[in-house]
């Protein structure tokens, strides 16, 4: 069996305009990223390089132009039902408590109702939760909202575990919080985590290893960084070692270019 959880071999993703079908983008050209089962893995790049199409790949919701996924050495084909996915922007169903969100999932597997409430009170305590069960997606904070999206994506115990910038919406304080959360869950289970985000620091103090992303078109990695910085680590109080020092400032050196480059472009589409 392989020891790498998730591979992304080769992909390229080409976008049909929809205004002018004979008009095509390729947002991601030519891209490898391989996790191994239990690592923790940063992608970083300006905004609109394609990070999210690159997850959606590898969740198996987007097939791309050319490529091949491997999950845990088998070739994927249709979604990707090793993995966990937690989405960029909300995806609680507003009709649905915070107790039934978190076991929906259960549900579509088949566990019985008593099992999967049970299962999903446990999560729900474990991100802090307990007591908040009955209340409804718009009677909580945002905070509150990604922690029940965290349990939603948890219950289910996924073997790799992808993230889109989950918690750029909150203030620093409450995503520091959350991000130390999720450190001490991964290392209770370490799984496997891909995790995108545009925050280099919060890159640099959750992951194993970064990776860098050019601007588009044609994204690709242009740089890979291995994080070693001693855990368990507290995300606050690791960004101001000396070394998370220096592993900023080299990182930095690589993605700053690119970040500029993505913002002219968006500047242009805009224009
Ligand atoms: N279904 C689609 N059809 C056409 N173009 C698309 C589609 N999905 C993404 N794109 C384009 O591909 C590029 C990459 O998009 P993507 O959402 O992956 O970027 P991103 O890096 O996640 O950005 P952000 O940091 O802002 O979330 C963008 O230019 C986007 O407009
Ligand atoms: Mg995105």
């Keep these: 069996m392989s020891d790498h959880a998730l591979e992304l071999l080769s992909i390229s993703c080409t976008f049909h305009s929809k205004d002018n079908p004979g008009q095509r983008y390729t947002a991601v050209a030519d891209t490898t990223l391989r996790i191994k089962a239990g690592e923790f893995v940063s992608v970083v790049g300006p905004t609109g390089c394609g990070k999210s199409t690159l997850l959606n790949v590898g969740a198996g919701l987007l097939e791309p132009s050319s490529g091949t996924v491997k999950v845990f050495g088998q070739t994927l084909a249709g979604i990707n039902t090793r993995a966990g996915y937690m989405f960029q922007t909300e995806a609680l169903m507003p009709w649905r408590s915070a107790i039934d969100n978190v076991m929906v999932g259960l549900q579509y597997r088949g566990v019985p109702d008593a099992q999967a409430r049970e299962q999903a009170e446990a999560w729900l305590s474990r991100v802090g939760l307990s007591g908040f069960g009955d209340r409804y997606p718009h009677q909580l904070s945002g905070g509150m909202r990604k922690r029940v999206a965290l349990a939603q994506t948890l219950v289910l115990d996924p073997d790799i575990i992808l ?79 000396p070394r998370f020092v220096e592993l900023h400032t080299q990182i930095w050196e690589v993605l700053r270019d690119e970040v500029l480059k993505g913002y002219a472009q968006q500047l242009k589409k805009a224009a």
């Design 163 to 241: 993230m889109d910038e989950p918690f750029s919406a909150l203030d620093i304080q409450t995503r520091q919080l959350m991000e130390n959360e999720v450190l001490d869950l991964w290392n209770a289970k370490k799984k496997a985590v891909l995790f995108i985000t545009h925050d280099l620091d919060e890159a640099i103090a959750m992951s194993d290893r970064v990776v860098v992303l050019s601007a588009g078109p044609a994204t690709h990695p242009i740089g890979e960084f291995a994080i070693d910085l001693a855990r368990p680590r507290d995300v606050a109080e690791v960004r101001t070692q």
